[in-house]
């Protein structure tokens, strides 16, 4: 949902004012936040539960804290050309929002939780405004619980890629794998069962036709350390494809490891076939399989000499295009039938079948407040990738330098060239980190197409 675009002047004096009052509450912005519902609902559980789920009305501690909060939070991501001077909106993943939430508890049993963003797509800050969650919940008896409205509905277990997350409204951002998207209106239904839960869906795209309401469902069970869940979503008209959905953790040797697997019947999803010699857009309705799989590792010296955090991950996207390279050759002719609506701009994202992903830091070596940070992800089938090495020296909490290097790679028009934005093979990055959450960027661009230095801010944080 949008709002009127405001003016450029009352936007930048918003933006102005909420980062003045953000700045000094940075350093304890985790105390002090209002906006995870994790702290709202739910007891300590054996396993990892997913965010989805540990924002159910059931877990002990509601009563503890009733009132109104308010709260939000801000990513403000600008740059300046050191040629020519002119300022931008940081090209490449990254985006720029201005978030705000409200948490009202009248009583025991029932709470209202709100959050709208303002998304800016300029250096001026213009932008849209949208409801990212607006719901109520009711618990009955504290045995069968209620959320009705617009809500977050994360039903993965991954990281950078989650084919089992059916309900959420966008993909995840590689950018910021933890940030929080938006998902559907929605009524819910869940009852815990011990350390089980069952949940039921009926989400709706705001219409009066039945045959547009999809149903959902989910079992999650535990299994000593493990945690499962099972479900699927089916609607009448046919318009999303039913699935089955499983999702499981499990820590073996000492290594947490994941997985979720997708049976879908049928794809909404457009794909282009180039077997003619021009793009042609389709949709199967044949049966295909996604999944996902991956680990993470953390290692802590016992005298407290390093701490060493190693994660992978590999996606199997069976409805992605056999082809990948042809993507990358046909990029044109692809933004083409964007700008004809003949396929959305996030079709030209995720068309591959292969992808993998790793991310290895080493912090505080020998207590000396130096690091390394490693990460790479690649299209496997077209050899497009995006990899990062740094070195970081914090020797206090409030301050942290770091120097290092990224680089998108592969063929030109290839998807993780297409994201970088700027038209740059790969560039040198040296990062100052002021506070906590605000680091001042120094990008000297390697090579490639408008290859300039630049000096980039960012900031964000929560409130």
Do not use: C
């Amino acid at each position: 949902m949008n709002a009127n675009r405001p003016s450029r002047n009352a936007v930048a004096s918003l933006l102005l004012l909420a980062s003045l009052i953000a700045s000094p509450l940075l350093a304890a912005q985790e105390a002090n936040s209002s906006e995870s519902d994790d702290e709202l609902f739910g007891d300590a559980a054996l396993v990892t539960v997913p965010t989805e789920t540990a924002k159910d009305i059931a877990g002990a501690g509601f009563e503890t804290s009733k009132g109104l909060l308010f709260g939000g939070d801000l990513s403000l991501v600008q740059s300046v050309d050191l040629w020519n001077g002119n300022l931008s909106q940081a090209k490449g993943m990254r985006t720029q929002n201005l978030g705000l939430n409200f948490d009202a508890r009248p009583s025991d049993s029932f709470r209202v939780y709100g959050r709208g963003q303002y998304t800016m797509t300029s250096a001026v800050m213009d932008g849209t405004f949208s409801i990212q969650e607006l719901f109520a919940d009711v618990s009955w008896n504290r045995t069968v619980n209620l959320r009705v409205g617009k809500q977050a509905a994360n039903w993965g277990v991954g990281y950078w890629w989650s084919p089992a997350d059916i309900l959420s409204l966008s993909a995840i951002d590689q950018s910021d794998p933890s940030a929080r998207r938006a998902g559907p209106v929605a009524i819910k239904a869940s009852m815990p069962i011990g350390l089980n839960q069952a949940s039921i869906y009926a989400t709706t795209d705001a219409t009066d036709n039945i045959d547009q309401i999809g149903l959902a469902g989910r079992f999650e069970f535990v299994l000593g350390d493990s945690e499962f869940g099972l479900g699927g979503y089916y609607r009448r008209d046919g318009e999303v494809k039913p699935r089955l959905v499983g999702t499981a953790t499990v820590k073996f040797l000492g290594v947490n490891w994941y997985g979720e697997a997708v049976g879908s019947f049928g794809s909404e999803v457009p794909t282009v076939g180039f077997a003619s010699g021009s793009p042609v857009v389709s949709t199967s309705d044949e049966f295909f399989f996604q999944g996902a799989a991956g680990f993470t590792w953390t290692a802590t010296d016992q005298e407290k000499r390093w701490n060493i955090v190693a994660m992978g991950e590999y996606y199997f996207n069976g409805r992605g295009a056999e082809d990948a390279a042809a993507y990358a050759d046909h990029r044109a002719q692809l933004l083409g039938l964007v700008a004809g609506g003949a396929l959305g701009g996030s079709d030209l994202l995720g068309y591959g079948r292969h992808y993998a992903g790793l991310y290895a830091s080493a912090e505080d070596l020998w207590s000396s407040g130096l690091g390394l940070v490693a990460e790479w992800r690649s299209n496997l089938g077209e050899a497009s990738g995006y990899g990062r090495l740094v070195a970081a020296y914090e020797p206090v909490a409030d301050f942290r330098a770091e120097a290092g290097g990224e680089i998108h790679y592969g063929p030109d028009g290839g998807e993780y060239v297409f994201m970088n934005g700027t038209g740059e093979a790969g560039y040198a990055v040296a990062s100052l980190r002021l506070w906590t959450r605000t680091t001042i960027d120094v990008a000297y661009p390697l090579y490639g197409e408008g290859a300039r230095p630049r000096l980039t801010l960012v900031v964000s944080g929560r409130f």
